[in-house]
């Protein structure tokens, strides 16, 4: 059965720690998502990737976040320096390329203090 | 840019009703429509998805139905169970690399 998987799954840190977050999508698949989740926002698109170039990281803050692709099979998403407001759940989602359904993976859930 | 509307935001349903989401896109350009459920403390899970040239999508005790000219599709879960308790989410993705807008979910409850 194949899946998203997210590492690691909870995160607790303090307001000024690097935080990276890691993603590897469904084997075989060359678009990846990287999205947001809080109460007030919603399900906010962070960047995505197709076939490890990025598409769109407008939705990203510049000047603390980044996401990367170093290979088909690994995605991150890297903050720094976190601040408690990008306290979340941070999911990624992979999709086929010929089709645009995304597969979500489990979430990485984020505390900064 | 799509702005994606949905209501109700909460949802109470006896089980064995029928419950009915609904969601308003505003891009004509959009020509995909997924329906994702989220449990608590897990990702979402697609469940159902639509096409612009369809008008009714049909899954057991799921469908989907699309009206182009309205700008708005609905979901239907007919025969609930407790199981179907669940935070459902819509989306609307233009032709566009992929790119889904999200509506703000819709918390449903399904009293046994």
């Known amino acids: 059965d194949a899946r998203v998987t997210q590492t690691p799954r909870d995160k607790v840190t303090e307001m000024g720690q690097e935080v990276t977050m890691r993603c590897q999508p469904i084997l075989g698949h060359n678009t990846v998502f990287w999205y947001r989740q809080t109460m007030m926002q919603g399900l906010e698109l962070l960047a995505y990737?197709?076939?490890?170039?990025?598409?769109?990281d407008s939705g990203m803050p510049k000047d603390r976040f980044s996401a990367e692709m170093p290979d088909a099979t690994l995605a991150t998403l890297k903050i720094q320096p976190s601040e408690p407001r990008d306290s979340a759940v941070y999911f990624c989602a992979s999709g086929p390329g010929y089709s645009e359904t995304q597969y979500f993976g489990p979430g990485t859930r984020l505390l900064v203090l | 840019g799509e702005n994606v509307e949905q209501h109700p935001s909460t949802l109470s349903v006896q089980e064995g009703d029928s419950a009915v989401i609904k969601c308003t896109y505003s891009?004509?350009?959009?020509?995909?429509f997924p329906w994702y459920k989220q449990e608590l403390g897990k990702g979402p899970q697609l469940i159902i998805d639509?096409?612009?040239?369809?008008g009714e999508k049909k899954d057991q005790r799921i469908a989907v139905t699309l009206n182009k000219t309205a700008k708005h599709f609905s979901l239907h879960i007919t025969e609930t169970q407790p199981e179907d308790s669940a935070v459902y989410f819509c989306a609307a993705s233009p032709n566009n690399f992929n790119k889904f807008y999200f509506g703000s979910g819709t918390k449903l409850n399904v009293k046994p």
């Open positions: 990737f197709r076939n490890r170039a990025p598409l769109d």
């Open positions: 639509i096409r612009s040239n369809v």
């Open positions: 891009d004509s350009a959009s020509n995909y």
